[in-house]
């Protein structure tokens, strides 16, 4: 009987899970809203929903008086224009049921709430410490239970990173429907990410809540704040030279998560923003150093096609040949000025990448310094290659498709490598071909 009872709670999760379609976000972190108004709201939610982005993720903290007003001002613009928000709170910061609460219930009738079966989902970021056990978060469901909002609360918990516990996880946290595994990095080693994570979580909770199960894709990972004076295990580099391609294709091919959250929008500090540079956006100054004229907007048209293809299940045809091109200014060995020598500076390939989209199958070339060339036969669709820094200094990448031994289109880089630096700088500049 007992297995009974499991096997008919399990077909009524999967029940559940199947009634909900596939969804994509994007963390929006709010500390960086201090002086937008409802243009610039509007503005950063039509860029999204231009390439298929459904909703922000808030990554909201409990520490100024300006955050709830913009999340009020977000979900007033959202709404007219069909996009989701959901709340994550950031547990770096304090928080308490009762205010957590109110802010949920503020919003919790808005047509631009996520909802997960009818259940208001919210996610977080952290919350997994000795300061909230299971009975914080089953408060904060009583609380809002009371008041008539229920929700399905689908945590990143960022101490569970291990495959291995996601027993621990179920066993202590009773009160979790979901899970996001926020972890979209190699964790200080210099190798790919798998999806043993993903897959361990996914399993734990497709069988035994009726939760999502989300998943991060991120295009980078670099932050290098140590040097203001703060913390140096602030400098850090993950593994990212290819990262934007092969987590989006492990999406879409072996995970198949309910959700896929971009991390980040606007997270410039860490350096895995796809959105415009915005002079609104209060930084760390240190951020500045490597942040300021390193566009990453190119990195759209990557998350537009692999979008794409997750949420229709096949990969979208291209429609115009192009070339995405990322590389860092500097070589890790050069020795810079400021601020301390990050973390894993040894792991990044000291190359150029470039992601092609290809209406047809077409040679790609790419050359940067004398003598120093690659070329890859692409197919039609995505294709990845990359071509080692030079041994010149001061040289600029240059990049070409050839079909039928027809030039299609050409371009340089719109920024110089160098082996001279001022600043420890591991954000890459993206850009273009055929530059716009």
Not at 277 to 300: I, R
């Amino acid at each position: 009987m007992r297995r009974t009872l499991a096997s008919i709670a399990y077909i009524i999760a999967l029940a559940a899970r199947s009634a909900t379609c596939k969804a994509v976000f994007a963390r929006f972190m709010v500390v960086n809203s201090q002086s937008f108004d409802s243009d610039q709201w509007k503005a950063e939610i039509s860029s999204a929903q231009s390439i298929g982005i459904q909703g922000f993720a808030l990554n909201i903290g409990n520490d100024t008086d300006y955050q709830p007003q913009q999340i009020a001002t977000a979900y007033s613009v959202a709404e007219p224009l069909g996009f989701k928000l959901l709340l994550s709170l950031d547990f770096t910061y304090a928080w308490n049921t009762s205010s957590m609460a109110s802010l949920i219930s503020a919003h919790a009738n808005s047509t631009s709430m996520y909802r997960w079966n009818d259940d208001v989902l919210v996610s977080t970021f952290g919350g997994d410490d000795n300061g909230h056990p299971d009975s914080f978060w089953a408060d904060l469901k009583s609380t809002l239970s009371s008041t008539g909002v229920t929700i399905s609360l689908a945590p990143a918990f960022t101490t569970y990173r291990n495959p291995n516990s996601t027993q621990s996880l179920l066993d202590t946290y009773k009160s979790i429907d979901g899970f996001f595994n926020y972890w979209s990095w190699p964790q200080d080693v210099n190798q790919t990410l798998t999806t043993d994570t993903d897959l361990a979580y996914q399993a734990a909770i497709n069988t035994s809540r009726s939760g999502p199960y989300m998943m991060s894709v991120s295009p980078w990972q670099f932050k290098n704040l140590g040097s203001s004076g703060g913390d140096p295990t602030n400098d850090w580099i993950e593994l990212s030279d290819t990262l934007i391609k092969y987590r989006w294709e492990q999406a879409i091919s072996e995970v198949h998560p309910d959700i896929v959250q971009i991390v980040s929008w606007n997270d410039y500090a860490e350096s895995h923003y796809i959105a415009g540079l915005n002079q609104k956006v209060a930084m760390d100054p240190a951020a500045h150093a490597y942040v300021d004229g390193k566009q990453h907007t190119p990195w759209q048209i990557v998350m537009q096609h692999y979008i794409s293809w997750y949420l229709n299940g096949t990969e979208p045809a291209v429609t115009k040949d192009q070339i995405v091109v990322w590389y860092r200014l500097h070589p890790k060995t050069s020795v810079c000025k400021t601020p301390s020598y990050p973390r894993n500076a040894a792991f990044p390939a000291d190359a150029v990448f470039a992601l092609a989209l290809l209406t047809s199958p077409a040679t790609v070339t790419m050359d940067i310094g004398l003598g120093n060339h690659f070329e890859w036969q692409a197919p039609t669709g995505a294709s990845l290659g990359q071509v080692p820094f030079p041994a010149q200094d001061d040289q600029i990448p240059f990049l070409e498709i050839v079909r039928d031994g027809q030039t299609v289109t050409k371009g340089y880089g719109s920024a110089n490598w160098s082996k001279l630096c001022d600043t420890y700088d591991f954000n890459p500049f993206v850009d273009i071909i055929p530059n716009m």
